[in-house]
């Protein structure tokens, strides 16, 4: 069975996020800086009347290098949406499940698998877990 | 406002209601011919309430003049005049200068000569037979008939052994206040004897401020020992009845009563006057109402003015805030009970909040009329032919949403008159109806309100859209390709757009407007076919009033009610280097806000303090600027930012920014 995902890059490194869990990619303009929170939420912004958090991704991972660009993917779970911040968006792939990699213990409690894309090691993105993180912070 | 002017204006509106029911009623009279009863008695009951109405505010002529008038008609409900229609012209002419008067009195006016005039009316229509019946019945005691069902329980009285007395008294109160003398004479005659009748009979019927009660008592001195506990009684006189004279044989009835039924009426009845003395000190409206039905219809709706349904509605949106702030506090406290009640009153306060919020939907209609007229002056002014229809207009609006509406339909509306439709001409060139169409349909989906905007003019041809938001360098062409059709129609909604010959540009302000109530814009074009604007709003949102500051370059929302006030700062005191403020003769604590919220604070003379109060004691914070107060929109933060310290909610400013609602006490060390 063949998966869907969007690859995009922040800083130097190849993440994805299946497709059916992204709402949108999005220009970000004017974010609202929000006081008092940990360094990775950016802070909100007005998405067609909601209000949505802005994550750096980089940040949360420990990535270095930037995210500043003004894209953002929006994932939603049940409740709302999140918007994560990423330097760009490579396009979309199809995966068949049998070509995902466990991913090693010690990678990110945030990776599910990794696979291959043209060459280069592509990280899932854990979306349910992402919003438990940043919920229990 | 002060408390005057506000009762002076309920006092307009509602007499301004009560008049058009008069006059609606006399101009049926006058064309059917017909008087029923209903009408008089509904007459009778508007021009109580008028008078009461305007005893309130202290129109003391008016409220006299409405006295006369009631008096005239309770007189034509006894059956003493008959309202002819010299009656009835005199009425409505007295109708139409109380509207004046109302008018007047709304404009600060003088309402002296009218009120002349309108006297000059009810003594013309005083003159005549009434005045000596009138007048003259009420020293004459009344004539006391008994009912079988008193003559048992008079029966009864006297087989065991009591005195019957009949009881007239007069209290020297208002009309007004006699009923509660009525219940209070019953009751505590009820205590010392069996009432077997009083007149009036019940609380409905009190008119005058005299009443007689026949009652059987075990000695005189009962009776007069509980006259003396009476209130406000002026008068009264009592003689002894013998049943014969009542028509009353003893002995039979004896033999056919049953002992206890007496009892139990009286006490049912007074069952009865208890609740019915509930009901009437719970509206404190329409006393003199004969019709029970009336009175309650009257309860099941109230009149409430749409600046204490505001101020509610922010008293709510005030304790949604509360609620958040309890809930991050609890998050802290480990504690099931807490937890407990907290689950509790968040369902509570929602309710309350969700009641609110209905109270104040408006139907569409309101707006929706307004509109043909106004596409019928932009057809004028932009030479084109239009018409337009709307449907939905029951769908409901919160008030507020439903003004912040208007603005952005009528420039969507301009720009569809001014950009899309054709000239008639060209319309026919083409084939279409030679007047354009513009057609407004409203539908309600869960907790939203779809509003269509469907036209038959020019529309958008997206690939110019696309074509033309490049050019304009308001998208990246790759990203411009990945688009789909509908987002495609979004790039002419970027601030800065517009078709190469000028048209279709404002739409921007058009969705902003639609999104900062938290709706959403979306356009569909199909070219010379038809085109359709989607507007999708909330159908109510909790506004909270909010003084907008600046710190640093952000904008942020401070609730009204957490402010004391605010002052401008020249200097500070400092001791024990802590900043004070001199603030009402007292020196009190002051804070950098931007130190509070762990931001940069080099910034070191910050112009404005905004005082609050926490546990009854006052301290600053110092911001740059105040802005202004504006009724914001409270929207939640996402989970993610539920529990930020100071933060307690956030709103979307003109601009489409967004901005954030601080909870000032909360950062207060």
Redesign the interface.
Known sequence: MEIEFLVFRIGDELWAIEVRRVREVV?VR?V??????PPY?V????L??????L?SLAKIIGIDGSDSGDKAIVVEDS????ALAISDVLGVVRVDQSMLIPPPQEASELISALFRSDGKIVAVLDVDKL?EV??RS | MSVDQELMEVFVSEARELIEKVVEILDHVNRSGEISKESVDELFRIFHTLKGNAAIIGLEKVSSLCHRLEDVLQSVREGKRILDRDCIAKLLAIANKLSDVVSEIENRGDIDPILKEIENLVNSLDNGSIREEGRANQSTPVEIRLSDEEKVKLGNAVARGLHIYRLDMRFSVDPALMVFRYFQSIHRLSEIGEIIKAIPENLENVKSNEMSVVIAVKKLEDLEEALKNLQDLESYSYTKLKPEDLGIDVEKMVSEASDTLSQESVISELERLVKRVEELSETSASTSSTQQQASEQKLEEIKVSVKSLDELFNLVGELVLIKSRLNSIAQQHDSPQLKEVLTTFSRLVNELQDQVMRLRLVPLYQLFRSLPAYVKDLAMKYSKDVDLYYEGGEIALDRKVLERIVEPLKKLLEIIVRDSIEVSDLRIKKGKPSIGSIKISATREGNQVIIVVEEDGVGLDPEEVKYRAIELGLVNPTVADKLSREEVFLLATLPGFSLRDGRFSGLDSVRKAIESLGGAFEIYSHVDTETRYTIKIPVSMATLRALLIKLNDDVYAVPISNIVTIVSVDSLDTVASKNLLRFQDKLIPIYDLATLLGIDSSKDKRRYAIVVEKRSKYSAVLVDEALGQEDIVVKALGKTLRNVKGIAGATILGDGRVCLILDISSLIP
């Open positions: 220009k004017s609202t800086f929000v006081p008092n929170v939420i802070g909100v912004f007005n067609r009347g909601q209000i949505v958090t994550v409740e709302e949406p999140l919003y940043l919920v």
